[in-house]
């Protein structure tokens, strides 16, 4: 149980375009998803936290403008990255809990997207 | 000061080697802990979560102390399968917070 599905796993788009990322939950229902990011030898960063229904909570020094989240039903939130340059280059991942947002029932994470910007 | 630090590696060891892990987490209003491993290019996957009573699995041991704020992961009789990046995990609230990561290489 607790499956997380990301698509697309990887992704090469030309600098000013946006990209679209999904996460779904699977087999259960996320009334909060997180989304983070992780650079060459980095830990995963959070980015911001996707809650159903309405807006997402962004991290400091994260711009809303540009990662745009998206969380219209329980079972899947989107990530458009806004015209995209080299720097947001990274690898990005989902994540959710069948414990609805509670950190100690431990997370179920995507398989991640690796986004290259030209 | 980084919320949650360790020690980055690598960790060179051979086959059957025990192994510790270190983590220290500096926000003590922090509620639950865990282990991930993070292979090469591929998402976090949940190891263990750690107790203050301890909790094993297997060959994996994890420990808490939270009046030092310390967390600790060994492993023992290491196999080649282990090597991978182990990451400290702390939650407070609905957050997770992530150390960078220590780097485990067993070699034959």
């Known amino acids: 149980g607790a499956v997380v599905s990301q698509h697309p796993s990887w992704v090469i788009c030309k600098s000013g375009t946006s990209v679209k990322i999904e996460c779904r939950s699977l087999d259960f229902q996320a009334t909060t998803m997180f989304w983070y990011r992780q650079f060459p030898k980095q830990s995963l960063m959070l980015m911001a936290t996707?809650?159903?229904?309405?807006?997402?909570?962004?991290e400091q020094g994260v711009e809303k403008d540009k990662f745009l989240i998206n969380h219209a039903s329980l079972t899947l939130s989107t990530l458009t990255v806004t015209s995209a340059h080299p720097e947001d280059s990274s690898f990005y991942i989902c994540?959710?809990?069948?414990?609805?947002?509670?950190?100690?029932?431990?997370?179920?994470f995507g398989s991640g997207t690796r986004l290259t910007v030209v | 000061r980084k919320e949650v630090e360790q020690d980055p590696g690598p960790f060179n060891v051979p086959e059957g080697a025990t192994v510790a892990f270190n983590c220290t987490y500096s926000n003590s209003a922090s509620q639950s802990f865990f282990w991930y491993r993070q292979d090469c290019r591929k998402e976090p996957k949940l190891l263990m979560s750690?107790?203050?009573s301890g909790n094993e699995d297997g060959r994996f041991t994890a420990q808490l102390n939270r009046a030092s704020q310390y967390i600790s992961l060994l492993i023992r009789d290491s196999k080649l399968s282990d090597s991978a990046t182990y990451l400290c995990?702390?939650?407070?609230?609905?957050?997770?917070?992530f150390g960078a990561g220590t780097i485990l290489r067993v070699k034959s």
């Open positions: 996707s809650n159903e229904g309405s807006k997402a909570t962004y």
């Open positions: 994540s959710a809990s069948p414990g609805q947002g509670r950190s100690g029932y431990g997370y179920t």
């Open positions: 995990v702390v939650g407070y609230g609905n957050k997770l917070v």
């Open positions: 750690v107790y203050s």
